[in-house]
């Protein structure tokens, strides 16, 4: 599959990229490399293939959830470098 440089300059600009013209051909070529393999990928036979839910073969250990006792406001406060009342300070971060 060939991809033109209008295609490539839609994608950058969605991708938000930059780059100079004298890339682009470069882009053009390695993209279209990157979609023939990828067309490649349909003639595989996959029929008796069980699709995946999750690449980990990890189990989740799965529990009843149970009401305990919990912190109240002051003990939650109580090591707080900075304190505003009954809220944490913390530094400022957007102007």
Known sequence: MKIDK???KKIAHLAR?????SSAE???QDMSQIL???EQLNEVDTSDVEPLTTMSSEV?????DKVGTH???E????NAP???EDYFRVPKVLE
């Open 6 to 8: 209008a295609s490539i």
């Open 17 to 21: 990229l930059e780059f100079d013209e």
């Open 82 to 84: 900075k304190r505003d």
């Open 26 to 28: 470069k882009m053009s």
């Open 75 to 78: 003990a939650g406060l109580k």
């Open 36 to 38: 023939d393999w990828v």
């Open 71 to 73: 912190l109240d406001h």
């Open 60 to 64: 989740n250990d799965m529990r009843e």
